[in-house]
């Protein structure tokens, strides 16, 4: 789960969408006798995806706040480079390297130690 920098970005640009109803059904009171639409107001996503969701927000407070900043203006909240520069006081530059470095940590945080799986009765005396 989250192991490539495209898997990453695709979590972080979905990031609310589950949450966001398909219908302005579940905000309306509906009329007196009116029965309800079809299946539920909620993506379907809401569900199937919110371990992958719960990964991403633990790897993020893994992050340098500054990288965590820029990836979820980027992503989640959808500024521009240049916006995000302006607001952070930062160069344009900068704020692309603060994206890579990100997406590149959250792709390391999900790795598991090399040698994890290392059969080790081979070793032993």
Do not use: K
Not at 37 to 55: D, V
Not at 65 to 70: F, G, K, L, M
Not at 93 to 113: F, K, N, T
């Amino acid at each position: 789960m989250l192991a490539t920098v495209a898997s990453v970005e695709r979590t972080l640009t979905h990031y609310t969408d589950p949450l966001q109803p398909r219908t302005g059904s579940c905000t309306a009171v509906p009329r007196a006798g009116a029965t309800g639409g079809s299946g539920t107001a909620f993506h379907p996503s809401l569900l199937a995806n919110l371990e992958e969701r719960a990964e991403l927000r633990r790897r993020l407070a893994w992050l340098e706040r500054e990288e965590a900043i820029v990836l979820f203006r980027w992503y989640v909240e959808g500024a521009t480079p240049h916006a995000i520069a302006a607001g952070l006081g930062r160069s344009l530059r900068c704020v692309y390297r603060r994206r890579s470095s990100g997406i590149e940590a959250l792709v390391a945080l999900g790795r598991s130690d090399d040698f994890e799986d290392a059969d080790v009765s081979e070793f032993a005396i």
